[in-house]
């Protein structure tokens, strides 16, 4: 039992030293998402399309990496992992407002956390069966962009954690009201 123990901690170990690494599959010749900035691609059911070269062109080369190469930022490097302030979430391909600083919790995981999506219909989900882990992904539900992951270990309501990358979010603060004088 205990070697058991010690295998799957030993996993979990090893997963997390290569996390940055992409899951090995090919890369497809246009692929849901990315911005609209650039007057490229097209919609398709209310979803972003864009070729692989349209997302270079976009993505800076770490966005690229993580966003369309499902990678993952090394814990603790992150711009938004220990984000304080008031404000939205948004995909930093497309735009699409995903998480909320009403959401976000400190998990000490090193990645940003949140106990919820701002809407359900923010994000989608996938199976990841990479590095040897069976677990759930999270993307971009307008540009399918990769975002994280989804564990259940977070607090309630949801019970949920969403350990999202940094590089793949946008920060929009929340505005001020003005005060009267």
């Known amino acids: 039992m205990r070697a058991i123990v010690y295998f799957a901690l030993a996993a979990i170990v090893l997963a997390a030293l290569v996390s ?25 059911e209310g979803k972003i399309v864009k070729t692989d070269e349209e997302w270079k062109r976009i993505l800076t080369p770490e966005q690229y990496r993580v966003m369309r190469g499902k990678g993952t930022e090394m814990a603790c490097e992150g711009a938004f992992w220990t984000q304080k302030e008031p404000g939205t979430y948004d995909c930093a391909a497309c735009g699409a407002p995903l998480f909320t600083s009403k959401e976000k919790f400190e998990s000490k995981s090193g990645w940003p956390s949140y ?38 270990d977070g607090p309630l309501p949801t019970g949920l954690r969403y350990c999202i990358n940094s590089v793949a979010l946008r920060f929009s603060p929340e505005k001020k009201a003005p005060t009267a004088k």
């Open 115 to 152: 106990w919820a999506p701002r809407s359900k219909e923010a994000v989608e989900t996938s199976d990841d069966l990479s590095h040897g882990m069976i677990r759930t992904e999270i993307h971009c539900a307008r540009c399918g962009g990769h975002l994280g992951h989804v564990f259940p």
């Open 20 to 44: 940055g690494c992409t899951d090995g599959s090919p890369a497809k010749a246009a692929v849901p998402g990315a911005a609209l900035r650039d007057g490229g691609g097209k919609m398709a």
